[in-house]
């Protein structure tokens, strides 16, 4: 489930993100975001990072930094799934063109490989990681969270420190 708060004062639960069990460390979620200055006629911009540490227990630290890695919005993952993507439209490409080659036919599997593999890895990932951070704006940060129980948890513990 998905939760925006205000990027000034998130709160967390203390309880483990992943499995809801005690809270001994934590573990951190970061993206990178870009900052959009305009200048006369271009853009520039800027790419930040921004992280965010989150409560997990001892268990669950080190798949929650791991998983969270890979499945990060950076410049690194994006352009890795772009080049695998394009190895796969070539793939289908070279096969509607050249579906008489034998040879052609045998390579052609090994250019689907890294899509299907990066492809694999990121949504597990995703799936695995407890706590994404989606995006910070001046409007507020957005969080992902694998266990919409936390979630839920997040979400009612931050809307009281709105009101309070
Ligand atoms: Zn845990």
Same mark, same amino acid.
């Given at each position: 489930?998905?939760?925006?708060?205000?990027?000034?004062e998130?709160?967390?639960?203390?309880?483990?993100?992943?499995?809801?069990?005690?809270?001994?460390?934590?573990?951190?979620?970061?993206?990178?975001?870009?900052?959009?200055?305009?200048?006369?006629?271009?853009?520039?911009?800027?790419?930040?990072?921004?992280?965010?540490?989150?409560? %997990?227990?001892?268990?669950?630290? =080190?798949? /929650?930094?791991?998983?969270?890695?890979?499945? #990060?919005? $950076? *410049?690194?993952? &994006?352009?890795?799934?772009?080049?695998?993507?394009?190895?796969? %439209?070539?793939?289908?490409?070279? =096969?509607? /063109?050249?579906?008489?080659?034998?040879?052609? #036919?045998? $390579? *052609?599997?090994? &250019?689907?490989?890294?899509?299907?593999?990066?492809?694999?890895?990121?949504?597990?990932?995703?799936? =695995?990681?407890?706590?994404?951070?989606?995006?910070?704006?001046?409007?507020?940060?957005?969080?992902?969270?694998?266990?919409?129980?936390?979630?839920?948890?997040?979400?009612?513990?931050?809307q009281r420190a709105e009101s309070a």
């Amino acid at each position: 489930m998905r939760v925006i708060v205000p990027a000034s004062e998130i709160s967390w639960p203390l309880r483990c993100a992943a499995c809801l069990g005690t809270a001994t460390t934590t573990a951190t979620t970061s993206c990178q975001i870009s900052t959009g200055v305009p200048l006369p006629g271009i853009v520039v911009y800027k790419k930040r990072e921004a992280a965010v540490a989150y409560p %997990v227990c001892s268990r669950h630290r =080190l798949s /929650a930094n791991l998983f969270g890695l890979l499945s #990060r919005r $950076s *410049l690194f993952n &994006l352009g890795l799934g772009l080049i695998c993507t394009l190895c796969a %439209v070539a793939f289908v490409f070279l =096969l509607l /063109a050249d579906s008489n080659n034998s040879d052609t #036919r045998e $390579s *052609l599997p090994i &250019l689907f490989v890294p899509a299907a593999a990066y492809w694999a890895i990121f949504f597990i990932a995703r799936r =695995l990681t407890p706590v994404k951070l989606c995006d910070i704006r001046p409007s507020g940060a957005t969080f992902f969270f694998s266990n919409p129980e936390y979630g839920r948890a997040f979400r009612a513990q931050n809307q009281r420190a709105e009101s309070a």
